[in-house]
């Protein structure tokens, strides 16, 4: 094969399957849309669109400092201009930019490579394998039809590790680059905009490689990467200088990007930390909830009213003392965590691939573990410490990436930038066993392969979290009963609390549903064994003793509305006069209908609803 034919060959091969990766992508989105589920959206998700429709009407984007990732509202605002407000229009866009990423990742693997000067391994083959690798993981292309920024910021991050390949191939003569002296700031300059895009996207990566980009090009390159970093820098804080502004002229003082980051440090350093997301006893679990929450819980512990950007460092001050004062805890709390990176588990983040791969048989075909993943790219890793002056950059990049996500807290979105990083390394070790292989060196390919193994069974053989879905199909039965699909919504509510029964919240979403399709008895088991253990749970004995009404025992549902009138929440306790009004009308008793609207306005005084009821039971 001559050397053109060859180099024909490899870019029909890259083609193909760059091709088939998009009509992946297209058909899942097809599918999607043709769900029971195409409207199922995240709290976040929710958040996001409804921020950038209203946006479309003349909102702002916020009205006070950034307490949320500003880039994605403002890309929904651009696709909903240009298309109209149709999800089907931002997943097929973000299904490009997914197809563009592994372009990308495809050009990084085969520069990188390059470098290596194999004798018997082609890099534009280790290129293929890289992309075909990234298709077959499955969240790489799901999170391509979520209303979320993930594949962005995955764009980002590859986009900004291909330029900064090139700078280095630019600087060092490893491989001529087009633009001769042009592009030696141009380049650089180009890479600082992307870090600052994706800042905007996602601050806890790219804020850290703002800083270590510019620091790599100085230790890498000496006096030749000043300038090179410079203009890095300059790119960066272009952009990143736009939200500092936006939150200066909001009253928030120096703020990088947004001001929620404290509270998301604190869930995954404090003394409660276990790895995942979980907020502080009380809190809401959805991002604009845990800010909010996170704001009033700081208020009250510090006795006066807080600026979002002072509580953000009021959570920053709480976890760095912390820290200081019990230094191996968090250390081994590090170690627990880059364990769960690298583990097998997806740690789903509410809306989960799990749930559409039986309504989109086309995520059936994408098969490759993460643990696979994550085994290769270890015994890689290991490997490039060999061949460390050619393969630093990827070791960098891969230490923020990782580390970004270490620092705070493990679940599969957060990792997934990550991914197309450790595709390479994953690469790199299959090319190098190959060319071990075939140079004979099969000592070295032996050694390489006790890694792999290693690896594989270390993060494989004990699992360091037990996923649990029940609030996933929680999630799933709430879009049901908003959808009025209640025999759908019967099954999710099912399933939450086969899941986890001791959940509270999964027995009476089961027996909320329940009771709506007639099936009292059964709704009664479960009413029953929720009082049992929390007769203080929100609205527990009000939705028990609605039941009781209605299955005639209204001795017993009058003694859960009693029960309820001494609930801390006034809420309730209006509810519970009201339903006892009413159990005393239904016995002829109208003055102690009256009396008890009366006890009502005692705790919501000139409420006109309850003074309107007062007025028809008072006339004659």
């Known amino acids: 094969m001559t050397r053109k034919s060859k180099s024909r060959y490899h870019r029909s091969i890259a083609a193909v399957l760059l091709l088939l990766a998009l009509l992946i992508k297209v058909v899942l ?63 097929l866009v973000q299904a490009l930019v997914g197809t563009a990423s592994l372009i990308f990742l495809y050009l990084s693997t085969v520069r990188l490579f390059e470098r290596m000067r194999w004798k018997f391994v082609d890099p534009r083959s280790s290129g293929s394998i890289a992309v075909l690798f990234a298709i077959l993981y499955i969240n790489l292309t799901f999170y391509d039809v979520t209303i979320l920024a993930t594949s962005l910021v995955v764009f980002f991050l590859v986009l900004t590790f291909y330029l900064t390949l090139v700078t280095e191939d630019m600087i060092s003569g490893w491989k001529e680059v087009r633009g001769g002296r042009f592009s030696s700031l141009t380049l650089p300059f180009l890479a600082g905009v992307v870090v600052g895009l994706g800042a905007t996207a996602r601050p806890n990566i790219f804020l850290l490689l703002l800083l270590a980009l510019p620091a790599w090009f100085v230790l890498r390159f000496r006096r030749k990467g000043i300038r090179t970093a410079v203009a890095c820098l300059i790119g960066s804080l272009i952009i990143v200088s736009v939200p500092i502004a936006y939150n200066a002229s909001r009253g928030a003082g120096f703020v990088p990007v947004t001001a929620h980051g404290g509270i998301n440090l604190y869930i995954g350093n404090g003394p409660d930390a276990r790895g995942l997301f979980k907020p502080l006893e009380g809190m809401r679990w959805d991002m604009r909830g845990v800010v909010e929450d996170a704001k009033a819980f700081a208020e009250r512990r510090v006795g006066h009213p807080l600026s979002d950007a002072e509580s953000s460092r009021y959570w920053t001050a709480l976890t760095v003392d912390y820290v200081i004062h019990h230094p191996w805890t968090w250390a081994r709390l590090l170690l627990k965590k880059l364990y769960m990176f690298f583990s097998g588990v997806e740690v789903p983040d509410v809306i989960d691939s799990s749930l559409y791969i039986e309504r989109c048989p086309v995520l059936k075909l994408l098969f490759l573990p993460f643990s696979l993943i994550g085994a290769l790219a270890i015994a890689g890793i290991v490997l490039m410490f060999r061949r460390l002056r050619e393969s630093a950059s990827l070791l ?22 990550s991914v197309p990083l450790l595709v390479i390394a994953s690469v790199y070790f299959v090319s190098w066993l190959c060319e071990g292989y075939f140079s004979r060196r099969y000592r070295d390919v032996l050694i390489g392969l006790a890694i792999f193994l290693v690896a594989f069974f270390t993060i494989t053989t004990r699992k360091p979290i037990v996923v649990n879905r029940s609030a996933l199909y929680t999630f799933l039965g709430n879009y049901y009963m ?12 099912e399933v939450a609390y086969t899941l986890d029964p001791s959940r509270m919240e999964a027995r009476i979403n089961y027996a909320r549903v329940l009771t709506r399709r007639g099936k009292f008895d059964r709704a009664k088991m479960l009413y029953e064994s929720v009082f049992r253990r929390r007769p203080d749970f929100p609205n527990i004995t009000i939705e028990y003793g609605a039941l009781l009404e209605k299955m005639g025992d209204v001795e017993g549902a009058e003694r859960m509305y009693r029960i309820a009138l001494k609930s801390p929440r006034s809420r309730e306790r209006v509810v519970a006069c009201k339903l006892l009004s009413r159990l005393a009308l239904s016995r002829g008793s109208r003055d102690e209908a009256i009396m008890w609207i009366k006890e009502a306005l005692k705790i919501v005084p000139g409420d006109r609803g309850l003074v309107d009821i007062l007025n028809k039971l008072e006339m004659p």
């Open 482 to 493: 908003k959808e009025k699909e209640e025999a759908k919504a019967e099954k999710a509510f």
């Open 29 to 91: 989105v097809i599918e999607v849309e043709r769900s029971d589920i195409s409207g199922l959206l995240s709290v976040d998700s929710v958040f996001y669109k409804n921020l950038a429709v209203a946006m479309q009407s003349g909102a702002p984007l916020s009205s006070g400092p950034l307490t949320f990732n500003p880039f994605y509202p403002l890309f929904l605002f651009v696709v909903f201009k240009i298309f109209g407000s149709h999800l089907i229009a931002v997943r």
């Open 396 to 417: 960098i990049f891969l230490a923020v990436s990782v580390g970004s996500v270490v620092l705070f807290f493990i679940n599969t979105r957060y990792r997934l930038p």
